[in-house]
């Protein structure tokens, strides 16, 4: 299965982004999802999970600000940001969970990262 991201791109700081997540040319349900973050020179970080059901958890910097949600008749995962500080700066990348496990554990389904740039 290829999974897309997309939604980034030049914000104010204060503004807001939705970024989506689907499967691509697939029929493949998706499951769980988590969406990261890599920031030039930094490591990839996990920034929030959403499980099939609906569960989802953040990492304590975007609490608050961010909220993942799915739309399963779209097969559709996206990540609402707002609020967004300069340092949320970063390529946005959505991975599909682990099928084997009921919440969410990383998987090598990786989505190709999207762009998100936030101005001070």
């Known amino acids: 299965v290829q999974l897309q991201a997309s939604g980034g791109g030049l914000v104010q700081a204060g503004g807001s982004l939705r970024l989506s997540c689907a499967a691509i040319r697939s029929m493949f349900r998706i499951g769980a999802v988590g969406w990261y973050r890599q920031a030039p020179g930094k490591q990839r970080d996990l920034v929030a999970t959403?499980?099939?059901?609906?569960?989802?958890n953040y990492a304590d910097s975007v609490k608050g600000r961010f909220t993942v949600s799915r739309d399963n008749a779209k097969n559709t995962v996206y990540l609402q940001m707002n609020s967004l500080k300069p340092e949320d700066t970063a390529v946005y990348y959505c991975?599909?969970?682990?099928?084997?496990?009921?919440?969410?554990?990383?998987?090598?389904?990786w989505g190709q990262g999207t762009q998100v740039t936030v101005s001070s």
């Open positions: 991975n599909l969970g682990d099928p084997t496990y009921s919440d969410y554990q990383v998987s090598d389904y």
């Open positions: 959403i499980t099939s059901g609906g569960s989802t």
